[in-house]
């Protein structure tokens, strides 16, 4: 209480401690560390449809997100939150501009491993129409500066009014001018969910779309969403529990470094269920009809291959199809009987994949090999993580190895079927 005039006539209620907003900055810098870690979730979602073909995320490391694409190379991803109170971005805000050196670094340290950069935020980019005769404003504005630069074919050819806002940006980073140019030619601007509503678009609109999820309940997408979010949050942390920090010596150089296994993510391996929520059992039934160790039909695997344009592709196969044989009959020594039922799991699961991508790609006058080969790949990639239990824990290599066997019993096929021919014994 509060006595104005020490009567105790007009004393005030002082308010409650508890429910009065502290402005604290911490949880607005949670906030929008949150932001971030929502991001990866949306990428994580993006690479589910398949919109991104990333293999692993990587989150603090070298950028705020680093995706690792099959052919080898990293796309990075800057993620940056504004009040609307700044306006919209332009080329003089220190957060883009400072992120473009990011960019600029990255590229100078790994030139041949970088593909394209984004930058992501909730705010807007600055739009700057025909009408607006402002040059400066015209040359600073991020979408028209970058489309410029995409158009010229060398460094020569940028022009008024972006040469001017060009040589400021890169007096502001000293970089040198063409490593900045072929930078800068990269870079993607995304505008992201607002921070208010991203919660709610996550778990909805992200999340919700996806088949994995169609059926769950608001709450269970909820409880997914916190779950992925805190799967990136740890992984953007120095959250390493892996027991050999304690025994690789700091000088190794062939062994992989727990501190960055720890901040990777495989896209395959995240299942999009809630942990409440009890995968029911599913086992296929009867015995398998591959026999691992057994005569192999000569010249089919190679023909049918060849017949559906991937030729190329044979020996990757064939010794993939070796490596399976090798480990099914491994299997096999260990327990004969949970073996079989184990390779009847697999067979039928991996028929059924190539079977659904067979017909995705089938075309009847074009070779669809290649496309569904891409299909299949992908697909027994997310077996392997989705279904990891079903499989017995076999490895991707595995799975394709006896898509190969598969093949070589004519119950796949990469092309129109045809008469195999096969040697006389």
């Known amino acids: 209480m509060i006595d104005l005039d020490g009567d105790g006539a007009d004393a005030l209620e002082d308010p409650r401690l508890d429910g009065t907003r502290s402005g604290d900055p911490g949880d607005e810098a ?78 100078a340290t790994y030139p041949s491993q970088i593909g394209v950069l984004y930058f992501v935020s909730n705010s807007d980019f600055d739009v700057v ?37 060009f040589d400021e940006l890169g007096a502001t980073l000293g970089a040198d001018r063409q490593r900045l140019f072929d930078v800068l030619r990269r870079v ?9 509503e991203f919660d709610a678009t996550l778990a909805h609109e992200h999340l919700g779309r996806l088949d ?11 409880e997914l969403r916190d779950d992925l979010v805190a799967r990136v949050h740890r992984a953007a942390s120095l959250h390493v529990t892996a027991p050999e920090r304690h025994t690789r010596s700091l000088l190794a150089e062939g062994d992989e470094d727990p501190v960055i296994t720890a901040k990777r993510i495989v896209c395959a391996d995240v299942v999009f269920a809630p942990p409440t929520i009890a995968l029911k059992a599913f086992a296929y039934q009867g015995q398998s009809r591959l026999t691992p160790g057994g005569p192999r039909r000569a010249g089919v695997l190679e023909q049918k291959l060849e017949a559906g344009g ?85 490895p991707y290599e595995v799975l394709v190895g006896v898509a190969a066997m598969l093949t070589r019993e004519c119950r796949v096929w990469w092309s129109k079927r045809f008469d195999v021919q096969e040697p006389r014994p």
């Open 129 to 165: 129409g025909d009408d607006i005769q402002d040059q400066k404003r015209r040359g600073r504005c991020p979408p028209l500066m970058l489309a410029h630069l995409r158009a010229c074919p060398s460094l020569a050819d940028i022009a008024a009014p972006f040469l001017a806002a």
């Open 310 to 394: 991937l030729g190329e592709a044979v020996s990757y196969m064939t010794a993939k199809e070796m490596a399976a044989e090798y480990a099914l009959l491994e299997d096999q020594a260990r327990n004969p009987v949970a073996a079989e039922k184990q390779l009847k799991q697999i067979e039928e699961a991996v028929h059924g994949e190539c079977v659904e991508a067979y017909y995705a790609a089938a075309n009847e006058s074009e070779t669809f090999g290649p496309a569904m080969l891409t299909d299949v790949t992908g697909r027994l990639r997310r077996l392997e993580g989705d279904r990891r239990s079903l499989m017995g824990g076999q």
């Open 30 to 107: 949670e906030r929008n560390f949150r932001y971030q870690h929502q991001y990866g979730v949306v990428l994580l979602v993006a690479v589910r449809r398949g919109a991104f073909p990333y293999v692993n995320l990587y989150c603090e490391h070298h950028e705020d997100l680093l995706c690792e694409r099959p052919d080898g190379l990293f796309d990075g991803w800057q993620i940056k939150t504004s009040t609307p109170e700044n306006g919209p971005w332009t080329l003089r805000d220190a957060a883009l501009v400072k992120s473009i050196g990011r960019f600029v670094d990255l590229c």
């Open 188 to 196: 993607e601007l995304v505008k992201g969910p607002s921070r208010a």
């Open 212 to 222: 994995d999820c169609s059926a769950l309940t608001p709450a269970q997408l909820s």
